[in-house]
């Protein structure tokens, strides 16, 4: 996979919790194919103009990755998905990967769970929700 960290609202990208030790060390993993082309990796609490995008796209970042690819979003269990399928089998994470989210029904069966540990970690470490910048101008919150 072609990564990038870098902010670019027009290209593909995978916009993620950087504090989340699950998220962080998931993004760094997993490997697309290069029919995918360059992905660009965006920690979410950086914010930027793609992060103030999706939000104002009404989609909350604190339910899940998105995967924004070829001028689409993936949300949540959409995104995990559309990662597996376009994974490539180069490692025992991408093919276990591949193995459980390729299917749309066990990607949405499986990722509360996840956001669960994820909320659960979080709230261990002390670390807070994702609040990108669009909300703080707006002066709303992300519950």
Do not use: W
């Not at 103009?49 to 009404?58: F, H, R």
């Amino acid at each position: 996979m072609d990564v990038h960290r870098q902010d670019s609202e027009n290209a593909n990208s995978l916009v993620y919790d950087g504090e989340c030790p699950f998220c962080s060390a998931y993004v760094k993993l997993v490997r697309l194919r290069n029919a995918a082309g360059a992905i660009n990796l965006v920690d979410a609490r950086q914010g930027g103009p793609l992060v103030d995008e999706i939000v104002n796209a009404n989609i909350d970042l604190n339910q899940g990755m998105v995967l924004k690819l070829h001028g689409q979003y993936y949300h949540g269990a959409d995104c995990i998905n559309m990662l597996a399928l376009l994974s490539s089998p180069s490692s025992a994470f991408n093919r276990l990967n591949a193995a459980i989210f390729r299917s749309k029904t066990m990607s949405r069966v499986l990722y509360p769970l996840l956001r669960l540990g994820r909320a659960g970690v979080l709230r261990i470490l002390g670390r807070s929700k994702i609040e990108p910048r669009a909300h703080r101008i707006r002066g709303t919150s992300v519950d």
